[in-house]
T-cell receptor, first 111, second 115 residues
Framework: SQQGEEDPQALSIQEGENATMNCSYK?????LQWYRQNSGRGLVHLIL???NEREKHSGRLRVTLDTSKKSSSLLITASRAADTASYFC???????????WGAGTKLIIKP | GAGVSQSPRYKVAKRGQDVALRCDPI?????LFWYQQALGQGPEFLTY????????KSGLPSDRFFAERPEGSVSTLKIQRTQQEDSAVYLC?????????????FGEGSRLTVL
């Protein structure tokens, strides 16, 4: 079963615009991660945010975490065609090893 | 190798055939995971190894699915008597640490099509 739920399911924007994706989860967590998956490829880790952090930046990525609402958002600024991919959030649900995944947001950047 | 390697990348099997999917994780990585991913969905957990020990196989859909990692490095996912519902991408991922969740490194996946 999947804990994380991303919304929107699909997002199409113009190159240069910002893209925001959201993730909600159900149980308490130690950390939350975001991954990117290009079509037909494996997943690539983008960023990890711990439960005691509220915001984290990595290049054009900004992640926020609100543990009271059990939600996180991923913002990609100044989007590029190469950002076209599916984006997944994954939570540990307090587990020592397992990640629980959402169904992902499919992002399309139009040139 | 530099990354997680999976083979074959594509496999077409006739219903009832047995298949074996291989995963070569990053050298030294303790944790190894197998996931099943249906089209348009996120990865679904199948099984977890810590070194050679299979600590969790709760996600394996049926007793036709079997995974092993005998020497704590390369892992094989075997599916016996394949069915059409087994068609999916099978992802392998490894992590340096044995406990505590952290960054997973994924292979490119093995796409299985059962006719």
């Amino acid at each position: 079963s999947q804990q994380g739920e991303e919304d929107p399911q699909a997002l199409s924007i113009q190159e240069g615009e910002n893209a925001t994706m959201n993730c909600s989860y159900k149980t308490s967590i130690n950390n939350l991660q975001w991954y990117r998956q290009n079509s037909g490829r494996g997943l690539v880790h983008l960023i990890l945010i711990r439960s005691n952090e509220r915001e984290k930046h990595s290049g054009r990525l900004r992640v926020t975490l609100d543990t009271s609402k059990k939600s996180s958002s991923l913002l990609i600024t100044a989007s590029r065609a190469a950002d076209t991919a599916s984006y997944f959030c994954a939570t540990d649900g307090g587990s020592n090893y397992q990640l629980i995944w959402g169904a992902g947001t499919k992002l399309i950047i139009k040139p | 190798g530099a990354g997680v390697s999976q083979s074959p990348r594509y496999k077409v099997a006739k219903r009832g055939q047995d298949v074996a999917l291989r995963c070569d994780p990053i050298s030294g990585h303790v944790s190894l995971f197998w996931y099943q991913q249906a089209l348009g969905q996120g990865p679904e957990f199948l099984t977890y190894f810590q070194n050679e020990a299979q600590l969790d196989k709760s996600g394996l859909p049926s007793d036709r699915f079997f995974a092993e990692r005998p020497e704590g490095s390369v892992s094989t996912l075997k599916i016996q008597r394949t069915q059409q519902e087994d068609s999916a991408v099978y992802l392998c991922a490894s992590r340096l640490a044995g406990v505590r969740t952290g960054e997973l490194f994924f292979g490119e996946g093995s796409r299985l099509t059962v006719l």
